[in-house]
């Protein structure tokens, strides 16, 4: 079992900047990949960017050039960072860290993201 907290959110300007972090611990040995989601009021939770245990990363066509996703190389399978730049009131909604271990995810409590215009 992985425990996942998030921290970083808050309220920020359009065209500002915040990064989140993903603290895992537990099992997180056989962590394969840890994934950033969101979700807006009234909309499905979606994939905003991953990194796989090889360090390969995959980003939602909407962030692709505005976030990065990237992980503590001293500590890769314990830290994951979501720095998100020239933020847009369309970013806002709750990020979730996720990680697949063993083919079983598990997901963090979540961190309010909201961007003002």
């Known amino acids: 079992q992985v425990q996942l907290v998030e921290s970083g959110g808050g309220l920020v300007q359009a065209g500002g900047s915040l990064r989140l972090s993903c603290a895992a611990s537990g099992s997180i040995f056989s962590i394969n990949v840890i994934s950033w989601y969101r979700q807006a009021p009234g909309n499905q939770r979606e994939l905003v960017a991953a990194?796989?245990?090889?360090?390969?990363?995959?980003?939602a066509d909407s962030v692709k050039g505005r976030f990065t996703i990237s992980r503590d190389n001293a500590n890769p399978k314990t830290m994951v960072y979501l720095q998100m730049n020239s933020l847009k009131p369309e970013d806002t909604a709750v990020y979730y860290c996720n990680a697949v271990s063993d083919l079983v995810g598990s997901w963090g409590q979540g961190t309010q993201v909201t961007v003002s215009s």
């Open positions: 990194i796989t245990k090889r360090g390969i990363t995959n980003y």
